[in-house]
């Protein structure tokens, strides 16, 4: 299945779609009315009318470029539109190749971002009528999407959020860890929008949205009563994991969630897993990191033994001749510092660091 297909029906769309298809790449897939594929090459020939075509497409691929009017789209699509987080994006492009109207999903789906890939590929105008993109302010159900930040916030509270947004309402904005480079440093925050140092500031104002890799933070900006709150979680912790060979799936993971439990933690911030080369074929990490849908990055002893974190090795590791796993590894992966130094269960050890990020 293709990752992006782009629907023809006229013999001036045919040649402009091709154009577009190149441009976009191995992913892109080119749908030409039979009567105009012998115009293109590598189109794959459908007949018409495009109805059919399109409608299996739009439940098929992840974006849709129709060179069609946007009213014959509308048309077209219609019976098959649900809703924006599965409906495929789509762009359409007029015969003249001057317009790419961002017309379905536009901010969740990418078909505003689509828009304008397609538009520099034939030198057209990208239309695009979200308000977050149009007014150049905060979309807050993208803000960190391309940086891997989970949002957790109702469907509900999103949108009341970015309502806030786009109206001018006051919004302050507290971020504690992540990446800093989520708005362009080149381009003044709307002036509605302030960044407030500290979690006290953030409770002057009605609406609020919280970066933060902390449970305990997001439960004291819960507490102040803001209107709306929309909470993202950074990908900014690195687990490190020791462990005796064999170790119990459930053991390291109820050791994990305790941890961070205690330590006021959140789960969905969690990057990676980080242990030895030794660890590569332990069922139970591996097996933790598939529930977590997190990698897991390996370490042999020799770079283990360059990063000595701040606990002791144990005896058993001094006679392996390393100075410890959780705490190196979790050094090695994120880069950064140990926030939670390591705790033990019975056959495995935990260990928490923070990757530093750049400031805005």
Known sequence: MADTAIVAISRRGAAIAARIRDALGDGAVL?????????????????????????????????????????????????????????????????????????????????????????????????????????????????????????????????????AVVNGEPVGVYQDSGERDWWDANSLLPSNITVCDTIDALAAFPNALVISD?????????????????????????????????????EVDALLRDTFSAQGLAIGSIRCIATAELKRDETGINMLAERLGVPVLHYEADELNTTPGPSPASASQRLLGIVGVAEPAALL????????????????????????????
């Open 333 to 360: 992966a994120s880069g950064g510092e140990i926030i939670v130094p390591k705790v033990r269960s019975k056959a495995a050890t935990v260990a928490v660091a923070r990757i530093v990020h750049n400031h805005i």
């Open 31 to 163: 749908h030409v009315a039979r009567r105009f594929a012998d115009d293109v090459d590598g189109g794959v020939a459908f007949d018409l009318p495009a109805r059919p075509v399109v409608a299996r497409l739009f439940g098929e691929c992840d974006r849709l470029v129709l060179m069609m009017p946007v009213g014959a789209a509308v048309r077209l699509l219609a019976a098959h539109i649900e809703d924006k987080h599965s409906d495929c994006a789509v762009v359409c492009v007029d015969d003249g190749g001057r317009f790419a109207v961002s017309l379905l999903s536009g901010h969740v789906g990418g078909a505003d971002i689509l828009a304008e890939q397609v538009a520099r590929a034939i030198d057209a105008t990208a239309v695009i009528t979200s308000a977050s993109h149009a007014l150049n302010t905060i979309a807050v159900d993208l803000l960190g999407a391309e940086l891997g930040w989970r949002i957790e916030a109702s469907s509900l509270m999103v949108t009341r959020a970015s309502a």
């Open 214 to 250: 902390r449970v305990d933070v997001s439960e004291q900006v819960a507490a102040q009563g803001h209107r709306t709150l929309v909470v993202y979680r950074p990908r900014s912790l690195v687990v490190g994991i020791g462990s005796r060979r064999g170790v119990d799936f459930a």
